[in-house]
């Protein structure tokens, strides 16, 4: 059974940064996507950003240059380095680990929140 486990929100004012860190235990199958997405309170969820085994990225238009993911696919954790936090950055962060195709996985994370104040 595989786990994930988030740390690293928290408050911060408008301007700041914030690290966030997931790390899976449990064995995990083969090539996958690692990412972050979020939750505003009334909204739905919506990636953040997403990084595959070969270290290809991808991230929202709203946070392209500011926000920072990568991985250790030795450790399987993947993190998420925010900088110049906006009010609207304010959510709950969950991270992801999904495999499409042969052996499919699509595990999340508790949640972590994230709050921006102005």
């Known amino acids: 059974q595989v786990q994930l486990v988030e740390s690293g929100g928290g408050l911060v004012q408008a301007g700041g940064s914030l690290r966030l860190s997931c790390a899976a235990s449990g064995s995990i199958f083969g090539t996958n996507a690692m990412g972050w997405y979020r939750q505003a309170p009334g909204k739905q969820r919506e990636l953040v950003a997403t990084?595959?085994?070969?270290?290809?990225?991808n991230y929202a238009d709203s946070v392209k240059g500011r926000f920072t993911i990568s991985r250790d696919n030795a450790k399987n954790t993947v993190t998420l380095q925010m900088n110049s936090l906006k009010p609207e950055d304010t959510a709950v962060y969950y991270c992801?680990?999904?495999?499409?195709?042969?052996?499919?996985?699509?595990?999340w994370g508790q949640g972590t929140q994230v709050t921006v104040s102005a």
């Open positions: 992801n680990v999904r495999r499409v195709g042969f052996f499919q996985y699509d595990y």
């Open positions: 990084i595959i085994s070969g270290g290809s990225t």
